[in-house]
């Protein structure tokens, strides 16, 4: 385990993450730079780099990965089937839940203040984490590796979400219950937007007559927004 120079609570050091999930990195520098957020850099100057190139590569290696594992394993989806099961599949929230699955936010390197504020458990957090780590498998090892890791945990999330059909877009079917209810529009608000230009974040409510249903985080404005129409959902469901 190892500490920040601030004497924060201990993470996870990058080889026992490597060692507890399996994956033998040859390039340990790359491992740690793929387990650094920003806001560990800014406390540690000594620190070379934080991981957000490794996210943008992360985030393009997923894409074509999932893009290909869904063609070979539904040959008889649509383009647009297929688009949507993917979009479901890479989406913040589907990221974090895999995030979560390998114990990657003990191992992720944060600032105080980050770390303080639950950094390790939220979803924007652990969603780049785990693309940044991807991007590591694929630089160490290339996309076999990385279809070893990341294979494994698509099957049994893609057939839940045909069976929920949850790959149809959330906002449309947020919009179709709440008009079956008698109740408003949904209405979609910024609330934030944080991070460097080529990786923002931005933070979305959704509202229906003036009344916080759901909160969601993505890349983009569009993403966001059906992951909070998808919270909304959620919520609405277990009601």
């Given amino acids: 385990m190892e500490q920040s120079n601030q004497g924060l609570l201990e993470t996870e ?15 340990n520098f790359l491992l740690s730079r793929a387990l650094t957020h920003r806001s560990f850099l800014n406390e540690n100057p000594e620190v070379l780099g934080d991981n957000e190139r490794l996210e943008f590569l992360g985030d393009a290696v997923l894409d074509f990965l999932v893009g290909s594992w869904l063609y ?24 974090a839940v895999f995030a979560r699955q390998i114990g990657l936010g003990a191992a992720m390197r ?15 957090l652990l969603c780049g984490t785990f693309e940044a780590l991807v991007g590591a498998i694929y630089v160490d090892h290339g996309m076999e590796a990385v279809q070893a890791f990341v294979e494994p945990m698509l099957g049994p999330v893609a057939e839940a979400i045909i069976a929920k059909h949850k790959d149809q877009d959330p906002k449309s079917r947020l ?4 008009q ?15 991070g460097p230009e080529h990786s923002k974040v931005f933070e979305v409510e959704v ?3 003036g009344e916080i249903h759901g909160q969601g985080a993505g890349h983009s404005k569009q993403s966001a927004a059906k992951a909070a129409a998808e919270a909304a959902l959620a919520q609405l469901e277990e009601e």
């Fill in 72 to 95: 070979k394993h539904f040959p008889e989806m649509s383009e647009g089937e297929l688009t949507r099961l993917r979009s479901a599949l890479v989406r913040t929230e589907q990221l």
């Fill in 175 to 178: 919009q179709e219950l709440m």
């Fill in 180 to 194: 079956s209810q008698g109740l408003g529009t949904p209405q979609y608000r910024t609330i934030s937007e944080t």
């Fill in 207 to 209: 509202l229906v007559n």
């Fill in 13 to 27: 050091s990058p080889q026992d993450f490597a060692r507890r999930i399996g994956l033998p990195f040859s390039n």
């Fill in 110 to 124: 944060l600032g105080r203040g980050e770390s303080q504020a639950g950094g390790r458990e939220r979803e924007v």
